[in-house]
């Protein structure tokens, strides 16, 4: 019961405090690794990360292509289970919950972990239907009345609602491509998710799609725990509050955003941020 | 790079000019061929039907003859309608109508202008309406079949009598009974509802039809649901190993089998293992079944490959479970490519002769029964399978027995 008090104390505190970035690492720990190794067959991707991920914080993982960030960010919600011969070792804990027990439900695990895809890929469906998916296999909701308020309400949260409240029956591929990828994350926040991974969301994205993602991803972030991939530096010391930079599977430095952008203690940071690598 | 060792820049039009003819000639002739493929497509299908109606429009009509049957009571018992004497209601019909015939053995030439089965419509018709014992019934029968090539002039009245079918005589009567206007030659929808028949005139493919529709039904309903559910455990749920890829391998290799093997299958398992009736339909289509079964898994697994891995990543990443993946999104996608796969194995599937052959399917049938959507009059299996055991015939196998009998007459 102290335990409780405490936590939400401290979120009390930590909401205040996130008005200046720095404090970030401060917070409450969401999710923790522990010494996560990754192979795929007899090549191993990942050799040992452990890293806090804070909440109600964008924490980005940098780093050149073909670094593991991406593979890491997948351990997360288990997305790696579905790749053929892929095997994880370590510990990953959401609230001190090991992901990786085997009495846990991995379905019940990705509703509370959603993530959003490099590409954009909507269902083949119409508008709401994908926004509505989530809820309905979950079941989450107990009338047509409160879907009608889920979708809508995700949408709204995805500043995608007014471009699309005329259409919400036309088929979610037509949208644009921003527009798409917004629905994909109206679509993972319709199920309620704590944390929302990110898996290089801007990367098929034009500058003007990418200003508004970023704006969302910075709204967002006062009521979820966001993880984001992206091999654009600019973009992570603009969103994150927290880096954590990759480099041939290792993790070489984490730490506030401000700091591994203005002060990198590591020389491969230094000159990975410089452009000297990657 | 010193000045000497570089060449001027090339102009592109002097060369362009000639590469751009002969890309433009190309492109020219690879049209002018497609354009001549379909043409010659076109040509050849005008042809096919072309000598296809001109041979066989006169088995569209076929030769009536309207008969006032007397239903006397002498030949008709009320009491017991279907064992009455026909055969002689149906002469003394004809001799009305062709009043000038005396002799026994004439009277039964001209009963013989109706097709054999004359009297059992009768019978039928007054076993249907008992009130026309003591009258007349009239009735348009089908004209035996030598009188129907007589009509429609496939026998030509100039031959000489010894080499003609009909006589003189039947000439002259049935000439009489055109005069009365007694002949008609309406629209031979016997062709589609009669069976088999001894009788030319009252033959027909119904048998046929019925037995390919039940088969094909038959064969659909096994390979089917067995072919996806097969093909989406492969694809999408089976662990890559040995055994899955000596399955893989043989499901391919059992696309390469001649059909005729599966019939020598269906004849070993399914008639003499199981026991099952020859000639049915049932054992056609799981013949069938087994030839498109595998198909029916190679174009759906390819139809599922063709699904991209974005829209599975999107559904697990929604927290789907792995069936949900496939029933929701992974199989919706992929079922154009299925029915499309599925529809050429089932074409392919209907227009097999020789798996049938071996199993008996080209049976004789001279009763089918065409509705399958009837209720069953009563509610025990054998009504049920009833249909599908009996009408055991094959459009495609009655074709093929056909011109293989045209084959062994004329070698």
């Given at each position: 019961m102290d335990m409780q008090d405490g936590n939400v104390k401290m979120t009390q505190q930590t909401v205040d405090r996130a008005m200046n970035p720095s404090d970030a690492i401060e917070r409450t720990i969401r999710v923790q690794t522990r010494d996560v190794t990754v192979h795929y067959g007899a090549k191993q991707a990942l050799h040992g990360i452990s890293i806090d991920i804070p909440e109600r914080a964008v924490t980005s993982f940098i780093g050149p292509s073909g670094c593991g960030k991406s593979t890491f960010l997948r351990c997360i919600n288990?997305?790696?289970?579905?790749?053929?011969?892929?095997?994880?070792?370590?510990?990953?804990?959401?609230?001190?919950?090991?992901?990786?027990?085997?009495?846990?439900d991995v379905v019940e695990l990705r509703a509370r972990i959603g993530m959003v895809f490099q590409r954009p890929n909507p269902f083949p469906k119409s508008i709401y239907d994908n926004v509505a998916y989530g809820p309905r296999i979950h079941g989450l909701t107990s009338s047509k009345a409160d879907l009608d308020e889920v979708v809508v309400s995700s949408l709204r949260k995805a500043g995608l609602f007014e471009e699309v409240k005329d259409r919400l029956n036309e088929p979610g591929t037509g949208l644009s491509g921003g527009q798409q990828q917004r629905l994909c994350i109206a679509r993972a926040m319709a199920v309620g998710p704590e944390v929302i991974l990110m898996d290089e969301p801007c990367s098929a994205l034009d500058p003007i799609a990418t200003a508004i993602i970023e704006e969302l991803i910075d709204e967002l972030r006062e009521n979820y725990t966001i993880v984001i991939v992206t091999h654009s530096m600019q973009q992570a010391a603009r969103v994150s509050q927290k880096t954590a930079f990759f480099h041939l599977g290792n993790l070489i430095e984490e730490g506030v955003t401000e700091d591994i952008f203005t002060n990198p203690i590591n020389k491969q940071t230094q000159d990975y941020i410089m452009g000297r690598i990657g | 790079m010193t000045d000497s060792t570089m060449t001027p820049p090339r102009k592109a039009t002097k060369i362009g000019d000639a590469l751009r003819r002969r890309r433009n000639a190309a492109d020219l002739r690879l049209r002018i061929y497609g354009i001549a493929a379909i043409t010659a497509a076109i040509g050849l299908l005008v042809i096919l039907l072309t000598t296809l109606f001109l041979g066989g429009y006169q088995a569209f009509v076929q030769t009536h003859i309207r008969v006032d049957f007397p239903i006397s009571a002498d030949n008709v018992d009320p009491g017991d309608p279907a064992d009455g004497n026909y055969r002689a209601v149906v002469r003394q019909a004809m001799s009305a109508l062709l009043p000038d015939v005396s002799t026994p053995a004439e009277t039964r030439a001209i009963a013989k202008i109706l097709t054999n089965n004359t009297q059992f419509f009768v019978r039928d018709a007054v076993v249907r309406d008992l009130s026309v014992i003591g009258g007349t019934l009239t009735l348009e029968v089908p004209a035996a079949d030598i009188y129907d090539q007589l009509n429609k002039g496939t026998i030509s009245r100039e031959t000489l009598e010894e080499n003609r079918r009909v006589s003189d005589q039947e000439i002259a009567w049935f000439d009489e009974l055109q005069a009365k206007g007694a002949v008609s030659t309406p629209f031979n929808w016997g062709l589609i509802f009669n069976a088999d028949s001894r009788f030319p005139e009252i033959a027909g493919l119904s048998g046929a039809i019925v037995g390919s529709f039940y088969a094909i039904l038959v064969c659909f309903l096994v390979a089917f649901p067995t072919g996806i559910a097969a093909a989406v455990y492969l694809e999408e749920f089976a662990p890559k190993n040995r055994w899955t890829d000596i399955v893989e391998v043989n499901i391919n290799n059992l696309a390469a089998v001649p059909s005729i093997v599966f019939g020598l299958l269906g004849l070993a398992v399914f008639i003499q293992t199981f026991g099952l009736p020859r000639s049915a339909p049932l054992v056609g289509g799981l013949v069938l079944a087994l030839m498109s079964l595998p198909t029916i898994i190679i174009v759906t697994r390819n139809a599922l490959k063709a699904v991209p891995p974005s829209i599975r990543e999107a559904g697990y990443g929604m927290g789907a479970s792995p069936q949900q993946v496939v029933m929701h999104h992974v199989l919706p996608q992929a079922l154009p490519g299925i029915m499309t796969g599925t529809i050429l194995a089932l074409a392919q599937a209907l227009g097999e002769t020789a798996p049938l052959l071996l199993i008996g399917?080209?049976?004789?049938?001279?009763?089918?029964?065409?509705?399958?959507?009837?209720?069953?009059?009563?509610?025990?299996?054998?009504?049920?399978?009833?249909?599908?055991v009996r009408n055991g015939a094959s459009l495609r196998v009655h074709l093929l027995a056909f011109s293989s009998c045209l084959h062994s007459f004329s070698s």
């Amino acid at each position: 019961m102290d335990m409780q008090d405490g936590n939400v104390k401290m979120t009390q505190q930590t909401v205040d405090r996130a008005m200046n970035p720095s404090d970030a690492i401060e917070r409450t720990i969401r999710v923790q690794t522990r010494d996560v190794t990754v192979h795929y067959g007899a090549k191993q991707a990942l050799h040992g990360i452990s890293i806090d991920i804070p909440e109600r914080a964008v924490t980005s993982f940098i780093g050149p292509s073909g670094c593991g960030k991406s593979t890491f960010l997948r351990c997360i919600n288990r997305m790696n289970d579905t790749i053929e011969g892929a095997k994880v070792g370590g510990t990953i804990k959401l609230d001190g919950e090991d992901i990786y027990d085997p009495q846990l439900d991995v379905v019940e695990l990705r509703a509370r972990i959603g993530m959003v895809f490099q590409r954009p890929n909507p269902f083949p469906k119409s508008i709401y239907d994908n926004v509505a998916y989530g809820p309905r296999i979950h079941g989450l909701t107990s009338s047509k009345a409160d879907l009608d308020e889920v979708v809508v309400s995700s949408l709204r949260k995805a500043g995608l609602f007014e471009e699309v409240k005329d259409r919400l029956n036309e088929p979610g591929t037509g949208l644009s491509g921003g527009q798409q990828q917004r629905l994909c994350i109206a679509r993972a926040m319709a199920v309620g998710p704590e944390v929302i991974l990110m898996d290089e969301p801007c990367s098929a994205l034009d500058p003007i799609a990418t200003a508004i993602i970023e704006e969302l991803i910075d709204e967002l972030r006062e009521n979820y725990t966001i993880v984001i991939v992206t091999h654009s530096m600019q973009q992570a010391a603009r969103v994150s509050q927290k880096t954590a930079f990759f480099h041939l599977g290792n993790l070489i430095e984490e730490g506030v955003t401000e700091d591994i952008f203005t002060n990198p203690i590591n020389k491969q940071t230094q000159d990975y941020i410089m452009g000297r690598i990657g | 790079m010193t000045d000497s060792t570089m060449t001027p820049p090339r102009k592109a039009t002097k060369i362009g000019d000639a590469l751009r003819r002969r890309r433009n000639a190309a492109d020219l002739r690879l049209r002018i061929y497609g354009i001549a493929a379909i043409t010659a497509a076109i040509g050849l299908l005008v042809i096919l039907l072309t000598t296809l109606f001109l041979g066989g429009y006169q088995a569209f009509v076929q030769t009536h003859i309207r008969v006032d049957f007397p239903i006397s009571a002498d030949n008709v018992d009320p009491g017991d309608p279907a064992d009455g004497n026909y055969r002689a209601v149906v002469r003394q019909a004809m001799s009305a109508l062709l009043p000038d015939v005396s002799t026994p053995a004439e009277t039964r030439a001209i009963a013989k202008i109706l097709t054999n089965n004359t009297q059992f419509f009768v019978r039928d018709a007054v076993v249907r309406d008992l009130s026309v014992i003591g009258g007349t019934l009239t009735l348009e029968v089908p004209a035996a079949d030598i009188y129907d090539q007589l009509n429609k002039g496939t026998i030509s009245r100039e031959t000489l009598e010894e080499n003609r079918r009909v006589s003189d005589q039947e000439i002259a009567w049935f000439d009489e009974l055109q005069a009365k206007g007694a002949v008609s030659t309406p629209f031979n929808w016997g062709l589609i509802f009669n069976a088999d028949s001894r009788f030319p005139e009252i033959a027909g493919l119904s048998g046929a039809i019925v037995g390919s529709f039940y088969a094909i039904l038959v064969c659909f309903l096994v390979a089917f649901p067995t072919g996806i559910a097969a093909a989406v455990y492969l694809e999408e749920f089976a662990p890559k190993n040995r055994w899955t890829d000596i399955v893989e391998v043989n499901i391919n290799n059992l696309a390469a089998v001649p059909s005729i093997v599966f019939g020598l299958l269906g004849l070993a398992v399914f008639i003499q293992t199981f026991g099952l009736p020859r000639s049915a339909p049932l054992v056609g289509g799981l013949v069938l079944a087994l030839m498109s079964l595998p198909t029916i898994i190679i174009v759906t697994r390819n139809a599922l490959k063709a699904v991209p891995p974005s829209i599975r990543e999107a559904g697990y990443g929604m927290g789907a479970s792995p069936q949900q993946v496939v029933m929701h999104h992974v199989l919706p996608q992929a079922l154009p490519g299925i029915m499309t796969g599925t529809i050429l194995a089932l074409a392919q599937a209907l227009g097999e002769t020789a798996p049938l052959l071996l199993i008996g399917m080209n049976a004789f049938i001279t009763s089918p029964r065409l509705a399958l959507w009837m209720p069953p009059p009563l509610c025990q299996l054998r009504f049920i399978f009833g249909p599908i055991v009996r009408n055991g015939a094959s459009l495609r196998v009655h074709l093929l027995a056909f011109s293989s009998c045209l084959h062994s007459f004329s070698s």
